[in-house]
């Protein structure tokens, strides 16, 4: 076991806050994780073997530890997330938003900023907003800020110098800060300020300024001037009232989270509010959470422990490159909340509370952001998806795997009496088929189950009689082979048959020394599942899960190895004797069957027609073929 080998490196560690990571045997990074006592959290792996899939399989592939000392736990926490977004490591929750929702950018570091889509956020000086569940509102709201605020599309640089304004001012789409003396800087920047309010969501502040703008132009007899204002504030109420926002004034500045957690992976749902309004939502979502987590003996379909390690990611990765509110609510509490609190307090340069909220109205909202994040998983991980993991779940529990079986291999052999016996392999991969890596197999003459020549020609077709010899020569042949190149193994092996043909896989298993891979038989009439470990086969549920997948598995396979025989069939009705000839090749073939009709014709005639038909070589060799049999 490799993390064995580090004992002595881990006794000699600090007893201090810090970050460790763990490394492979390629020397890439696997997990990085932080510690108040580097020594204790890294024993504490020793021993933790068999508690999750996810960390048995870190603490197979760990070959190397390497530990950096920070003065506080904040800072152990500060530099885990630096290293996670710099490193990736395979066995982090890491986050994704699949950059599917647009953004929309204010470039304030222009002197005369523009609205642009983006597809993520950057951190180049301007300004960011969303992201937008629905695309086609962020461009919506790019052309309502040309019409409402008067802010350019153009790319043109700005100068004030232009002699006369383009065709956009004329249709009231722009302020024209190109020509100086129709749109000054001052102006320009208020309307972006104005831009700002309307997308911040701060639109009472803007109606505000709008109404007070509007009086004072009134008051100057600017009459045209305070109409325009006027209508703009009448169109950013009428948006403020259509849009289905939740406010409450007792909700202040704050982002409430909630999770969703099942055997897909999870979904986060992250309500922004600002000014006691829900202003935005964000979606976030892993698959690396479910497999592992909820495959552990907490069996509520939302398990805190599991919940609160999301959690902690996404305060981690969400706030990296945005500026936290003074309070986060949560659905659970945080194992670390205090080194989390004090880290976001270090990046807003502010107090940044974490609250869990009981009752009332906080955990009403904290309740909404849960139900949004479960209908975003059912989205996002599908009914297909999420009864695929409900199968492979399912297995694991009937058939006491360690873990999820997510990749499973099946085995399938297709004859007629013996005739062109073939066999075929499926692959299923977290539940779905991946047709790509499905291979077809002709059985090769060897072993006892063979038998070559039957029927009337001494020398007719080879034939496998013996089902248990087929699926031991195939099995045997694909893990040798996989073996050789080092894998990827399967967690689960089925074999359509009973127990002879369990027994004749489990033998190749056993000769290549892959004993320990677990194989299963399912039986066509009875549906029974056959077991090594059992004497009596296990007859699941006809709606179970577990039987439904290994269903689908079984047949994919069947169907492979049917289509494989019917191919091979066809060819060996469509060969001739003419086939066994060596040294006489396809064009030759058809020379002779289209000039003497069949191959009786081809077997009657004589050296002299054969030699003016293919020439003396090819005549040779034919007369030597029909006059050896």
């Known amino acids: 076991m490799p993390i064995g080998d580090l004992k002595g490196q881990i006794d000699r560690l600090p007893e201090q806050p810090g970050v460790y990571l763990y490394g492979n045997a390629a ?11 580097l020594r204790d959290r890294v024993r504490s792996y020793l021993g933790a073997r068999g508690t999750s899939a996810k960390t048995d399989a870190l603490l197979d592939e760990a070959a190397s530890l390497e530990v950096i000392v920070t003065d506080s736990v904040v800072e152990a926490l500060a530099l885990e997330s630096n290293l996670i977004k710099q490193r990736l490591p395979k066995y982090n929750i890491l986050l994704r938003d699949d950059k599917n929702y647009p953004y929309l950018r204010l470039t304030t570091s222009e002197a005369f900023p523009r609205v642009l889509v983006a597809r993520s956020a950057e951190r180049d000086g ?49 302020l024209a800060p190109c020509v100086a003396s129709i749109c000054s800087q001052a102006q320009y920047a208020r309307a972006v300020q104005d831009e700002r309010l309307f997308l911040e969501g701060r639109t009472d502040e803007l109606v505000d300024a709008f109404n007070r703008r509007m009086a004072e132009a009134a008051a100057e007899e600017r009459f045209e001037q305070a109409a325009v204002l006027r209508d703009a504030a ?65 069996a509520r379909p939302d398990p805190p422990a599991a919940i609160a390690e999301v959690l902690e990611a996404t305060l981690q990765q969400f706030y990296v490159e945005r500026e936290p509110p003074r309070e986060i609510h949560l659905p659970v509490d945080l194992p670390e909340a205090e080194a989390v609190e004090a880290w976001l307090t270090s990046r807003a340069g502010r107090r940044v509370r974490i609250v869990v909220p009981r ?6 909202l904290v309740d909404l952001a849960a139900r949004n994040a479960a209908q975003a998983y059912q989205t996002r991980f599908n009914r297909e998806g999420a009864a695929h993991y409900e199968g492979l779940d399912a297995l694991r529990v009937v058939l ?3 873990g999820l079986p997510r990749r499973i291999e099946c085995f ?9 016996t073939v066999a075929s392999m499926v692959v299923c991969e977290d539940g779905r088929l991946k047709k790509g890596e499905y291979r077809k197999y002709r059985l090769k003459a060897q072993g006892s189950g063979f038998r070559a020549g039957l029927g009337p020609r001494a020398q007719g077709p080879a034939r496998y009689l013996d089902d248990f010899a087929a699926m031991n020569q195939v099995v045997g042949r694909r893990y040798r082979r996989l073996l050789e190149a080092g894998g990827p193994f399967p967690d689960l092996v089925v074999i359509d048959g009973g127990k002879g043909q369990l027994s004749a896989a489990y033998a190749a298993l056993e000769q290549i020394g892959l004993a320990n891979l677990v194989a299963v038989g399912l039986a066509k009439k009875e549906e029974l599942v056959f077991t090594r470990d059992r004497d009596e086969p296990l007859a699941l549920e006809r709606t179970s899960p577990a039987l439904l997948l290994l269903q689908q598995v079984r047949d994919e396979a069947h169907r492979f190895a049917v289509t494989f025989h019917r191919q091979a069939r066809r060819m060996r009705d469509l060969r001739s004797e003419l086939d066994d000839i060596s040294g006489v090749g396809p064009g030759r073939r058809r020379t002779l069957l289209t000039t003497f009709g069949s191959v009786a014709g081809v077997r009657r005639a004589t050296r002299e027609e054969l030699t003016a038909a293919v020439g003396a070589k090819t005549a040779d060799l034919v007369l030597a073929h029909f006059g050896a049999r």
């Open 27 to 37: 020397g890439e990074t696997i997990y990085v994780g932080k510690a108040r006592s």
């Open 126 to 174: 301007d300004a960011y907003f969303g992201p937008y569940v629905q695309g086609g509102l962020a461009r919506r709201l790019t052309l309502l800020s040309h019409r409402l605020f008067g802010i350019r599309s153009c790319n043109e640089i700005i100068d004030g110098q232009r002699g006369r304004p383009c065709l956009e001012y004329d249709i009231k789409r722009c």
């Open 234 to 298: 009448r169109l950013v109420q009428t948006l403020h009232d259509r849009q289905q926002k939740m406010v409450s004034t007792e909700l202040g500045d704050r982002d409430v989270v909630g999770v969703k957690v099942g055997p897909g992976g999870a979904a986060i749902q992250v309500f922004e509010v600002r000014r006691g309004r829900v202003v935005e939502r964000v979606q976030l979502f892993t698959d690396e959470i479910g497999r592992e987590r909820i495959s552990e003996t907490d």
């Open 359 to 364: 009752r009332g109205e906080k955990r009403g």
């Open 400 to 402: 006491g795997l360690p």
């Open 412 to 420: 399938d052999i297709s004859t007629i009496q013996g005739s062109e």
